[in-house]
C-alpha cells in the first residue's frame, strides 16, 4: 500500500479512464468517478504530510509505515475517505464545505453501489453530481500543481471547463436577480426607516463580530453586513505586549444582511459580488487563558478552600 502522492495521483488518473470510457448513463461512470475522486483526494493530502493518512493509533504502527519505519508484520491501515475529505476541506486552498458536500455525496453513493443491492447510480445520475465533481477535481488538481487537462486529458478537460463556466454563469444571474430584487424592496422605504436599519445593524454587527463574524458591505443597499466562513490552514500564534494573538485563516461561505435580508450561501455566491476572498480571524488571549495556567488569585482561592475541607476532615474525625 502506497501513500505516497505520485502513485496515489497516478491512479486516479488510470480510474479517471475507465470512466470516461463508460457512457454518462451507465452505472459504471459513477462508480469509476467516485473512487478516482477519492484517490485525487488522498493524493492532495499525501502532499501534505503521507502520516496524515495513517490510520491513529496507541502504539503508532501505522504511522511508523508512512515514514518507512513500519513493521511487515502489521498491515497498513488508512483513514476513512470522509476523513480525508475533511482534511481537504481543512488544508487544500479553495476546497469549500460545497466541495466536502459534493465529494462525500459521491463517494456515500459508491459505498451504497459497493456493499449493498442497490443500483445507487442509476439513482443518483450523473446530473446529479456531475458538476460538483468535476469542480472538487479541479480544486484538488491545483494544489497538485495541475491543471484539468493534466488530470483528464484535453477532451474530458474541455466538456468539464464548459459545464463549469456554465454553472458559474447560472450562478452569477441568479444572485444578481437577488440582488436587484432585495434592493429594489430596501429603496422604496423612506429615508428615515433606512437610517434607523443602517444604525441597528450597526449595533448588532459590533456584537456578531466577537461571535466570528466578519463585518463586509451589503450588495444590495450598500449597509453594514457580515459574512461567516470555515477555517482552513494552519493556525499561526505571537506573544504580543503579555498577550497571545492567534491568527487563523477563514474561507467565507455565508453572508446575511439585517438592512435588507439578503442572504447569500456558498463560496460560488459569494464570490460572484466579490466577497469569497479568504480573511484572518484573530483572536488574542491571556497567557492564563491560552496555557491554562492558574492565576495567584486563584491559588490563594484553591489554597484556602484546600485548608478548609481539610479541617472539615480533621473535625469529623
Given at each position: 500500500m502506497s501513500w505516497e502522492t505520485n502513485p496515489l495521483w497516478a491512479k486516479s488518473k488510470l480510474f479517471f479512464e475507465y470512466a470516461f470510457e463508460s457512457p454518462r448513463d451507465d452505472p459504471r461512470f459513477g462508480l469509476w468517478s467516485a473512487m478516482g475522486l477519492e484517490l485525487l483526494a488522498r493524493s492532495?493530502?499525501?502532499?501534505?504530510s503521507p502520516t496524515l493518512l495513517a490510520e491513529p493509533d496507541h502504539e503508532h504502527r501505522h504511522?511508523?509505515?508512512?515514514?518507512?519505519?513500519g513493521s511487515e508484520k502489521v498491515p497498513r491501515k488508512s483513514i476513512g475517505t470522509s476523513q480525508v475529505l475533511k482534511l481537504c476541506q481543512m488544508l487544500v486552498p479553495g476546497f469549500t464545505a460545497d466541495d466536502f458536500n459534493a465529494a462525500n455525496a459521491l463517494v456515500n453513493c459508491r459505498n451504497d453501489e459497493l456493499h449493498t443491492?442497490?443500483?445507487?447510480?442509476?439513482?443518483?445520475?450523473?446530473?446529479?453530481?456531475?458538476?460538483?465533481?468535476?469542480?472538487?477535481?479541479?480544486?484538488?488538481?491545483?494544489?497538485?500543481?495541475?491543471?484539468?487537462?493534466?488530470?483528464?486529458?484535453?477532451?474530458?478537460?474541455?466538456?468539464?471547463?464548459n459545464l463549469l463556466k456554465?454553472?458559474?454563469?447560472?450562478?452569477?444571474?441568479?444572485?444578481?436577480?437577488?440582488i436587484a430584487a432585495h434592493k429594489k424592496v430596501f429603496y422604496s422605504r423612506g429615508q428615515t426607516e433606512k437610517d434607523e436599519l443602517f444604525a441597528e445593524s450597526e449595533r448588532k454587527l459590533a456584537q456578531l463580530v466577537h461571535l466570528r463574524h466578519h463585518?463586509?458591505?451589503c450588495p444590495a443597499c450598500a449597509g453594514p453586513a457580515s459574512v461567516q466562513g470555515d477555517p482552513f490552514g494552519p493556525e499561526s500564534r505571537q506573544d504580543?505586549?503579555?498577550?497571545?494573538v492567534v491568527r487563523q485563516s477563514v474561507l467565507p461561505s455565508s453572508f446575511a444582511c439585517g438592512n435588507c435580508n439578503l442572504t447569500l450561501n456558498g463560496y460560488a455566491e459569494l464570490c460572484v459580488v466579490g466577497l469569497g476572498d479568504p480573511y484572518t480571524r484573530t483572536t488574542r488571549y491571556s497567557p492564563e487563558e491560552f496555557y491554562g495556567m492558574v492565576s495567584e488569585e486563584e491559588i490563594d482561592t484553591i489554597v484556602e478552600q484546600r485548608i478548609r475541607n481539610m479541617m472539615t476532615e480533621y473535625d469529623n474525625e
Amino acid at each position: 500500500m502506497s501513500w505516497e502522492t505520485n502513485p496515489l495521483w497516478a491512479k486516479s488518473k488510470l480510474f479517471f479512464e475507465y470512466a470516461f470510457e463508460s457512457p454518462r448513463d451507465d452505472p459504471r461512470f459513477g462508480l469509476w468517478s467516485a473512487m478516482g475522486l477519492e484517490l485525487l483526494a488522498r493524493s492532495a493530502i499525501a502532499r501534505i504530510s503521507p502520516t496524515l493518512l495513517a490510520e491513529p493509533d496507541h502504539e503508532h504502527r501505522h504511522l511508523l509505515h508512512a515514514l518507512n519505519l513500519g513493521s511487515e508484520k502489521v498491515p497498513r491501515k488508512s483513514i476513512g475517505t470522509s476523513q480525508v475529505l475533511k482534511l481537504c476541506q481543512m488544508l487544500v486552498p479553495g476546497f469549500t464545505a460545497d466541495d466536502f458536500n459534493a465529494a462525500n455525496a459521491l463517494v456515500n453513493c459508491r459505498n451504497d453501489e459497493l456493499h449493498t443491492g442497490a443500483s445507487a447510480f442509476s439513482v443518483y445520475t450523473a446530473q446529479k453530481w456531475i458538476a460538483g465533481f468535476y469542480r472538487c477535481c479541479q480544486t484538488l488538481a491545483k494544489s497538485l500543481g495541475y491543471d484539468l487537462v493534466g488530470l483528464f486529458g484535453q477532451e474530458e478537460a474541455n466538456v468539464a471547463l464548459n459545464l463549469l463556466k456554465q454553472v458559474e454563469t447560472d450562478v452569477k444571474n441568479a444572485v444578481n436577480n437577488r440582488i436587484a430584487a432585495h434592493k429594489k424592496v430596501f429603496y422604496s422605504r423612506g429615508q428615515t426607516e433606512k437610517d434607523e436599519l443602517f444604525a441597528e445593524s450597526e449595533r448588532k454587527l459590533a456584537q456578531l463580530v466577537h461571535l466570528r463574524h466578519h463585518r463586509s458591505t451589503c450588495p444590495a443597499c450598500a449597509g453594514p453586513a457580515s459574512v461567516q466562513g470555515d477555517p482552513f490552514g494552519p493556525e499561526s500564534r505571537q506573544d504580543d505586549d503579555g498577550e497571545v494573538v492567534v491568527r487563523q485563516s477563514v474561507l467565507p461561505s455565508s453572508f446575511a444582511c439585517g438592512n435588507c435580508n439578503l442572504t447569500l450561501n456558498g463560496y460560488a455566491e459569494l464570490c460572484v459580488v466579490g466577497l469569497g476572498d479568504p480573511y484572518t480571524r484573530t483572536t488574542r488571549y491571556s497567557p492564563e487563558e491560552f496555557y491554562g495556567m492558574v492565576s495567584e488569585e486563584e491559588i490563594d482561592t484553591i489554597v484556602e478552600q484546600r485548608i478548609r475541607n481539610m479541617m472539615t476532615e480533621y473535625d469529623n474525625e
